[in-house]
């Protein structure tokens, strides 16, 4: 729904539209994000106001977005309707085809009704002309394939044997040694030389000023200097799939999307007023990112994001006689926006690291290795928005003139 948020229109900027439904105001005031959007089937009336509006629309610097709910009447109404796409008819992924996997399969089913009409209760409330209620209900089951082509450490690397990277000398270090490209060295070899100095370790005189290190040998790191940490991290990376170095490995992950949106209102008229009350709440869960690595896999990049949004407004309407009409409207609403990463959970003890790092909300440490896919989702986070509105619109006509305070 927030998405929306992201519409200009007529000359205005980002984030300077303004949105109602029903006379509340529904937009948040970080980036104008929009807390509930009624679905197609609920919404009677929409509106779209470009700079020329009164001033009772006072937070939008050139656009105003309105939306009225549908009310019951007299008669029992409604709808029920269902939408359904799925991968029978899609062709495969380019990447996929490139490396033999199957079609990922894709699933899509909305659905929903509506029902209006008037609140008539046997032997308690007999009547047809004065209170109404609408319901309208709204679910979606989403899953969309996506597909990577990445590169994941061989056996090879996961045993420290790099001799593959080995390359063709690109220099001499101080000592005249070769330099290859590729080449790994020992960070604890460290030392510094100066020009002439005959070096302790490897008895060669050094030619230069400078610091040096060791290589390798052979450009393999022995098993006893493997960080443990390390160790255990590597059991997360999935295996090689392709031959090679790079681009050796391509994994397949659903991105799912669910909600179920629920929303009411109710009607009671009377001579000279009307009073209206709406409630509506959804809760959602999309996925953010896929879980390439498998479900079971915490060091993967998947990520859930939930949003759980809730809003009710209430609207009276007096007429104190032809000419003059008020209108008091009020309203609330939250959303609560959370990231849920794969590897929410995982403490990070569990893999060797101090426990201090430990917490309630802990999760699985990201890692960024240059051209090798990495590990970890990010962290949890809770982000929660509200919105609160109170209206008041005094509307008077007197003559060939329309006041309005």
């Known amino acids: 729904d927030g998405d929306i ?20 105001w529904i937009t948040t005031n970080d980036w104008d994000a929009i807390i509930w959007i009624p679905s197609v089937d609920e919404t009677a009336e929409m509106k779209v106001q470009t700079h020329t509006f009164t001033s009772q629309y006072g937070l939008s610097s050139g656009n105003v977005v309105t939306l009225v709910t549908k009310s019951g009447t007299s008669g ?27 079609k990922p399969p894709f699933r899509r089913n909305q659905f929903g009704f509506t029902l209006g009409g008037p609140l008539y209760i046997p032997h308690l409330y007999e009547q047809r002309d004065k209170t109404f209620f609408f319901v309208s209900f ?88 493997i960080n443990p940490v390390s160790s255990n991290m590597l059991k997360y990376f999935p ?4 031959p090679g170095i790079s681009n050796n490995w391509s994994g397949t992950g659903p991105l799912a999307m669910s909600y179920t949106a629920f929303d009411s209102r109710i009607d009671h008229t009377t001579d000279k007023s009307r009073i209206m009350g709406r409630f509506a709440i959804k809760p959602e869960m999309k996925g953010e990112f896929p879980d390439e690595y498998g479900t079971g896999d915490v060091g993967g990049p998947g990520a859930n994001r939930g949003e759980w949004r809730f809003d009710a407004g209430l609207q009276y309407v007096r007429n104190f006689n032809a000419t003059t009409v008020m209108t008091v ?25 101090a426990s201090s790092l430990d917490s309630e909300t802990s999760y699985f440490p990201s890692i960024s290795i240059s051209g090798t896919n990495g590990l970890g989702s990010g962290s949890y986070t809770d982000n929660p928005r509200e919105v609160r509105s109170l209206a008041v619109d005094l509307t008077k006509i007197h003559g060939n003139k329309t006041w309005t305070l």
């Open 76 to 102: 029992l109404h409604g709808d029920a309707y269902e939408f359904l796409h799925n991968s029978a008819l899609d062709a495969n992924t380019f990447f996929n085809d490139a490396t033999g996997l199957a």
């Open 138 to 225: 709204e679910g979606n089951r989403e899953s969309e394939p996506a597909s990577e082509l990445g590169t994941m450490p061989t056996s090879d690397f996961r045993a420290g044997n790099f001799s593959s990277l080995l390359g063709s000398s690109i220099g001499t270090d101080c000592l005249g040694r070769p330099v290859l490209s590729g080449q790994l060295y020992n960070p604890f070899t460290t030392r510094s030389l100066a020009l002439g100095q005959v070096d302790p370790t490897t008895g060669l005189t050094a030619t230069c000023s400078g610091k040096i290190r060791d290589p390798f040998s052979g450009n393999i790191i022995p098993s006893g200097m």
């Open 329 to 353: 409207s009020a309203g609330w609403g939250r959303w609560d926006e959370t990231l849920i990463p794969q590897g929410s959970g995982v403490k990070p003890s569990s893999l060797g690291f």
């Open 239 to 242: 295996a090689a799939t392709l």
């Open 5 to 24: 948020g992201f519409m200009n229109f007529g000359g205005g900027r980002f984030g300077t539209t303004a949105y109602m439904v029903d006379g509340q």
